[in-house]
């Protein structure tokens, strides 16, 4: 039987990545929350109004 070990410097590479995309996941994460507080802030507050795809589609145009 055979084992495959990796060598330290791939080793720390590997943990520096992991490292890297789980702070990447965490920041993302953290924004969307910011992002869905904000709206249902706006939600209570009354300033949303109606879900209206045509006015959208207007605005983008």
Known sequence: ?????????KSCEAL????????LRHEELAALKADIDQALNEVAAGR???FNTDRIVERAG
């Open 1 to 9: 039987m055979t084992t495959t070990m990796l060598r330290p410097a």
């Open 16 to 23: 520096r990545d992991w490292k890297l995309r789980r702070e």
């Open 48 to 50: 949303l109004s109606e």
